[in-house]
């Protein structure tokens, strides 16, 4: 379980966001609080994997209050003004959602959560999606092609392209690619958190990223993907994170 806290002075988004957290079922709600500085208070008693927090607070501010934190958690701000958008890049949020949120948009947020606390854990962390055991991979992973069990190393791959039904792995050495049955949607949901949808057809590996020109990622070996308008801003947030300059 993910211990998460909720920090917001507005008694109804804090209501809100603790009720949002408690129904994720790999989200454990280890405190509600008004202010940065309770939150702090609490932080220092209990451990803290993520924080959901919004920024316009008396006081303390979240972005504050984020700044002076030594043991950073898992951050996503939360708050009514999209100004504050990329100040929150600046200080490595994972994400940022801007109110007023549903609960889809929540749950969004919270998958992106527990794929950066895989990762930072180095495991395999099993979580329950609609009812089924899933399971996110960190490592490694088998695919069944050409009738045989094949392990494939994550850091290996550098795009995943969708055609119908199948999947192509593709692979930053000279290995051939590899064409799997599975799903986009079952893939996005099993690999870790440094591979992001781009394109309805497209999953890179973002540590394999050469450039970015215009509406298309360059990779190595001169492959040229495609971003998607839905999965633009997404990607653009990403960017925004990592940009050095004005």
């Given at each position: 379980?993910?211990?998460?806290?909720?920090?917001?002075?507005?008694?109804?988004?804090?209501?809100?966001?603790?009720?949002?957290?408690?129904?994720?079922?790999?989200?454990?709600?280890?405190?509600?609080?008004s202010?940065?500085?309770?939150?702090?208070?609490?932080?220092?008693?209990?451990?803290?994997?993520?924080?959901?927090?919004?920024?316009?607070?008396?006081?303390?501010?979240?972005?504050?209050?984020?700044?002076?934190?030594?043991?950073?958690?898992?951050?996503?701000?939360?708050?009514?003004?999209?100004?504050?958008?990329?100040?929150?890049?600046?200080?490595?949020?994972?994400?940022?959602?801007?109110?007023?949120?549903g609960?889809?948009?929540?749950?969004?947020?919270?998958?992106?959560?527990?794929?950066?606390?895989?990762?930072?854990?180095?495991?395999?962390?099993?979580?329950?999606?609609?009812?089924?055991?899933?399971?996110?991979?960190?490592?490694?992973?088998?695919?069944?092609?050409?009738?045989?069990?094949?392990?494939?190393?994550?850091?290996?791959?550098?795009?995943?392209?969708?055609?119908?039904?199948?999947?192509?792995?593709?692979?930053?050495?000279?290995?051939?690619?590899?064409i799997?049955?599975?799903?986009?949607?079952?893939?996005?949901?099993?690999?870790?958190?440094n591979?992001?949808?781009?394109?309805?057809?497209?999953i890179?590996?973002?540590?394999?990223?050469?450039?970015?020109?215009?509406?298309?990622?360059?990779?190595?070996?001169?492959?040229?993907?495609?971003?998607?308008?839905?999965?633009?801003?997404?990607?653009?947030?990403?960017?925004?994170?990592?940009?050095?300059g004005?």
């Open positions: 379980m993910i211990n998460v806290l909720a920090i917001d002075d507005e008694p109804l988004a804090l209501q809100q966001l603790a009720a949002y957290i408690g129904k994720v079922p790999f989200f454990n709600l280890a405190g509600e609080c202010s940065a500085l309770q939150a702090k208070e609490l932080m220092e008693k209990t451990q803290i994997d993520a924080i959901f927090c919004d920024i316009n607070m008396p006081d303390l501010s979240g972005m504050d209050f984020v700044k002076q934190l030594k043991n950073r958690p898992i951050v996503v701000f939360t708050t009514a003004y999209s100004k504050y958008a990329v100040e929150g890049y600046k200080v490595d949020a994972l994400d940022y959602l801007l109110k007023p949120f609960l889809e948009e929540f749950k969004e947020s919270a998958d992106k959560v527990k794929k950066q606390y895989d990762l930072i854990h180095g495991q395999s962390a099993a979580s329950v999606v609609d009812g089924k055991d899933e399971m996110t991979i960190t490592d490694s992973l088998f695919v069944k092609t050409e009738g045989k069990m094949v392990k494939i190393s994550i850091a290996e791959i550098s795009y995943i392209e969708g055609m119908s039904e199948y999947l192509k792995i593709h692979f930053a050495s000279d290995r051939r690619p590899v799997v049955l599975f799903s986009m949607k079952r893939m996005e949901e099993k690999l870790p958190a591979f992001m949808r781009v394109h309805r057809s497209f890179v590996n973002l540590d394999r990223i050469k450039e970015v020109n215009k509406n298309r990622i360059v990779l190595d070996k001169d492959v040229y993907l495609p971003i998607g308008d839905l999965y633009r801003d997404n990607f653009t947030k990403y960017l925004n994170r990592r940009f050095l004005k």
